[in-house]
């Protein structure tokens, strides 16, 4: 017995020698025989992490892919051309102007400018159009649309000053409304702009938005305003909007004469906004005098005397005619006496006429006259002037638009008597622009 225990020794010796590298080379893995919960929650933990993990991938990958679609853009350009006259454009980038080519292609940034006599005509991407008027600075500030989502626009504009129409276009075949925005900025305040027809006018001291058909909405001052089709609304400069206001209005400062500069003692007051002048030939000068009568006020003219008299008030306008249906001009007349025949020798010396200088669409300059009287004694030829009763207050109204050839700039109005001996007046005048 003790020999076979002897013998078997070495061959147990030889047993842990092989065991022990192979127990030290293989990793301890604990397999929870102990406790068998401990290995069931480490299992639904892993479950769980697995499945976070999933939807974070595959909602993750889905938000970034929907948000791609939705916020990938283009940038897009505007082609134009120069219908007449000479522009300007200044790139993006630099500072220096440039003649406008026939053809341009405008891209985020340019600036564009119109002299006096010129106009531009721009094609955007979505086929709105922009028509520039002469005396005008525009700027593309951006023309945007989206990758994947062909009727979602972004068009900014920025107008400094002068006078633009604006057609907002609807979507492409079958007509659906485009979204995104189409917008408008001015010094004085921010308009969007939905499909349809606008007339634009930036002046040093306000902004002015005509709806011909559709919707705009005025920013300004922190405070907003909706107006619709034949509205309009006026944005003063640090100021909130005003409207909405019907779209004809009256051009002339003071039109009414209900504003005026009283004179000293025996001596005749005179309108506010208009120039007073006599270009009388000989001696004595006419007069002028304001004042106000029953509530209203009233321009008088007075001359007694022989040789050619001319006394006259008058006002600058310098309004362009470009996108007007009519140009109303009106007033109330009085004629009370006057010493030549209807409108004298030549029919040029009426004791009361109503004049405009303007520019024709043919670029002439051209005045137009028109005369009241109330005798013609002499039966002389009369031109261009109306007959009316002695001392009693007329209406005359004439749409300018109609004369031909047809005005395209108003340089300025004037009211004036003129002849040898005259006594008339004139009050409500107004030159309304629709």
């Given amino acids: 017995m003790v020999g076979r225990g002897a013998a078997a020794a070495p061959g147990a010796e030889l047993g842990s020698a092989v065991e022990t590298p192979l127990a030290r080379a293989l990793p301890v893995v604990s397999d929870f025989t102990g406790a068998p919960w401990q290995a069931e929650r480490l299992a639904w933990r892993l479950l769980l992490l697995a499945t976070v993990l999933f939807l974070g991938v595959v909602l993750g990958g889905w938000y970034a892919v929907r948000w791609y679609i939705g916020n990938a853009i283009v940038i897009n350009q505007g082609f134009g051309r120069l219908i007449e006259g000479v522009g300007l454009i200044q790139r993006a980038g630099h500072t220096e102007w440039i003649e406008l080519p026939e053809v341009p292609i405008f891209d985020e940034g340019d600036t564009v400018r119109t002299s006096a006599g010129s106009r531009v005509f721009i094609r955007l ?179 007694v005397g022989e040789g050619h008299g001319e006394t006259i008030i008058r006002q600058s306008v310098g309004r362009d005619l470009s996108d007007t249906a009519s140009v109303l001009l009106s007033a109330e007349v009085r004629v009370d006496s006057h010493s030549l025949s209807g409108g004298g020798v030549a029919g040029t010396e009426y004791p009361l006429m109503l004049r405009v200088i303007y520019e024709d669409i043919n670029r002439t300059n051209t005045v137009w006259v028109h005369g009241f009287f109330i005798h013609n004694r002499d039966d002389l030829p009369v031109r261009a002037a109306t007959q009316v009763r002695a001392g009693e207050w007329s209406s005359y109204e004439i749409n300018l638009l109609g004369l031909v050839p047809r005005p395209a700039h108003i340089e300025r109005l004037e009211v004036l008597a003129a002849g040898w001996s005259y006594r008339s007046a004139v009050r409500n005048v107004r030159l309304v622009i629709d």
């Fill in 125 to 303: 991407f979505d086929f709105s159009t922009v028509l520039l008027y002469p005396d005008t600075t525009l700027q593309v500030v951006q023309l945007r649309r989206g990758r994947f989502g062909p009727v979602d626009r972004t068009v900014v504009l920025r107008l400094e000053r002068g006078r633009v129409h604006v057609g907002v276009a609807p979507d492409e075949p079958p007509y659906e409304t485009l979204q995104g925005s189409f917008e408008v900025q001015t010094p004085s305040g921010l308009v969007g702009l939905q499909d349809g027809s606008y007339s634009l006018e930036v002046t040093p001291d306000e902004s002015t938005v005509l709806v011909r058909v559709g919707k705009a909405i005025a920013h300004a001052a922190g405070a907003s305003l909706t107006v619709g089709t034949s509205q309009r609304v006026q944005i003063p400069k640090e100021a909130t909007p005003v409207g909405p206001l019907p779209i004809p209005r009256d051009v002339l400062k003071n039109g009414s004469l209900q504003e005026g500069v009283p004179g000293p003692a025996g001596q005749p007051g005179r309108p506010s906004h208009w120039t007073v002048l006599d270009l009388s030939e000989r001696e004595p000068p006419g007069r002028v005098s304001w004042e106000i009568e029953a509530g209203q006020g009233k321009v008088s003219f007075e001359r």
